[in-house]
């Protein structure tokens, strides 16, 4: 539930998507289109439900070892909403070649929750091992799943469609894991927008 949370969380923040691809009829492989990509960058929102600021959150990327990157996302509430439900959520994600995912740790306070939940992946086994840590009960999950070599958590994903350039009517496939299911997602390229923010107009391209 936590992770889920902070991944629709983080779909709303971050507007991104992908990074590699497998092939399926009528769908492409990935071409990196954005060589400038990633790179070190802080970006902040003010999360709004009903007119209210309801939220902030900060996404942080940082060069690691090597071919690695980290990606910092931190969500926490603001105003009356932390008066109804105080949510204080850390994220952070590493991840190496394509942007395929290596490891993510998420601590959620939700309320009267507190979980910690980590995951690691093995590209070499084609496995990643799921750790979840209930700081409030002091009950703990594993889980093991099987999976393709570059498998991506939802942030991973999200930051890699940055990445590549797939054209409207074109769609492209790839697997994504919260470290308890496996699921192929479909990613389909709708329309060129120009989008305005800030007074500020940006050239995007409307995913689904």
């Known amino acids: ?8 969380a983080a779909l709303t923040v971050i507007a991104s998507l992908l990074a590699a691809s497998w092939p ?9 289109a954005n060589t400038n990509f990633p790179c ?14 309801a939220g ?26 932390s008066r109804l439900y105080n949510i204080r959520d850390k994220y ?12 993510s740790e998420l601590e959620a ?12 992946f093995d590209a070499t086994h084609r496995k990643v091992d799921y750790y979840e840590h209930d700081l409030v009960k002091n009950q ?7 999976t393709p070599a570059c498998t991506f958590e939802i942030v991973g994903a999200l930051g890699a469609l940055r990445t590549i350039n797939l054209d409207p009517g074109k769609s492209i496939n790839i697997p994504v894991t919260d470290g308890k299911k496996l699921a ?15 007074g500020k107009n940006y050239a995007t391209t409307r995913y689904e």
Not at 24 to 32: N, S
Request: glycine share 6%.
């Open 1 to 8: 539930m936590y992770r889920y949370r902070l991944q629709q």
């Open 24 to 32: 399926a009829p009528a769908q492409r492989m990935l071409q990196i």
């Open 40 to 53: 070190a960058e802080k970006l902040s929102y003010r999360v709004e439900w009903h007119g209210i600021t």
């Open 56 to 81: 902030l959150a900060t996404v942080s990327i940082a060069k690691g070892k090597a071919d690695e990157w980290q990606t910092t996302l931190d969500l926490q509430s603001a105003g009356m909403v």
């Open 92 to 103: 952070k994600l590493t991840t190496g070649a394509k942007s395929c995912s290596d490891s």
């Open 109 to 120: 306070e939700e309320g009267k929750h507190h979980k910690y939940e980590k995951l690691n």
């Open 140 to 146: 703990e999950v594993r889980k093991e799943l099987d």
């Open 184 to 198: 192929t997602v479909r990613i389909d390229s709708q329309a060129k927008e120009n989008v305005s923010v800030g």
